[in-house]
């Protein structure tokens, strides 16, 4: 990754979900405080929600949610690249305190686009719209969660930007909802994507990616919060991104497919080695070959 695209890279915040089933609001918010020490608060609400305030004033928080049937979710602060590593070491103490990932949880990423352009977010669309299938096989997402919550980019939404090129934030809210709206509940339809935007037009100002599937491996959800933050670096420096098709997926060159996508992205080098790694290693192919390792 070269300088500017590394700095842009670590100078975005993100914040990540992490759902877990078989552990407590209780022992989770126990097990955070192992790392990062501070204290423990109950702030109930919607989500009866047990929050850790570290030394810094962060509240890093274990909240119930619908969707799990017993367990609880782990919310991050507004981090940066640089808090990484402490994130890691939460997620190890989860899974240590027992945490389990059934097929019915997953992992969100957000990413801070607040000061972004039409035109940036635009880009970022295009980028994930052109590799959506290919960054679908790579993280593993399950085809249960393609057809409900995480549900690919809608190709009439595409349409829309392709044809009117928005200038503006509220011409870019109309060509995502349909019809321009501020007005629109938490549980809005369009929020089910693999990339949804709409909490662009809410307070957070971010956007999210839906795709990944629950872990308690520490390096695997660092790698989908490394390939969000790169698609959104490319996206805010690039001057234009084009995808009016999604590239197609071919089992023959989809690890050589994903590891130059990888490359374009920034992700190279000895500092990113761990991440292309695991977001290679459930795809068929060669990494080095694109049809497969000549014979001999």
């Not at 990754?1 to 609001?25: A, C, P, V």
């Not at 352009?117 to 399950?142: D, F, P, W």
């Not at 190279?268 to 060669?286: A, D, T, V």
Request: proline share 3%.
């Amino acid at each position: 990754m070269n300088d500017e695209k590394l700095q842009t890279f670590k100078s975005l915040t993100f914040g990540t979900e992490l759902e877990y089933e078989n552990i407590t609001r209780r022992k989770m918010a126990e097990a955070i405080q192992s790392v990062v020490g501070g204290r423990i608060d109950y702030q109930g609400g919607p989500h009866d929600t047990i929050a850790v305030i570290d030394a810094e004033g962060r509240a890093w928080k274990a909240m119930s949610d619908g969707s799990l049937r017993g367990g609880a979710e782990f919310v991050t602060p507004i981090l940066k690249w640089e808090n990484i590593e402490l994130l890691q070491a939460i997620i190890r103490a989860i899974r240590h305190a027992g945490a389990k990932t059934p097929a019915t949880t997953s992992q969100h990423v957000h990413v801070g686009v607040e000061g972004w352009t039409a035109e940036q977010l635009t880009n970022l669309v295009r980028i994930h719209y052109k590799q959506e299938k290919l960054i679908h096989k790579s993280a593993g997402t399950l085809e249960t969660r393609l057809q409900h919550y995480t549900r690919p980019t809608d190709r009439d939404f595409v349409e829309r930007i392709l044809s009117r090129k928005p200038h503006t934030l509220d011409e870019l809210n109309e060509a995502w909802f349909g019809r321009r709206t501020t007005s629109f509940g938490h549980y809005d339809g369009h929020r089910y994507r693999s990339l949804n935007l709409n909490p662009v037009w809410e307070s957070k100002h971010t956007v999210e990616w839906r795709f990944g599937n629950g872990t308690t491996h520490s390096a695997e959800a660092k790698s989908m919060i490394a390939l969000c933050l790169a698609m959104a670096a490319k996206a805010k420096m690039a001057r234009a991104a084009s995808a009016r098709n999604p590239r197609e997926y071919n089992e023959a060159s989809a690890k050589y497919d994903m590891r130059v996508f990888l490359l374009h992205l920034g992700l190279s080098g000895e500092e990113f080695k761990n991440i292309r790694m695991h977001l290679l290693k459930r795809l068929p192919g060669s990494a080095a070959w694109k049809n497969g390792r000549p014979q001999a």
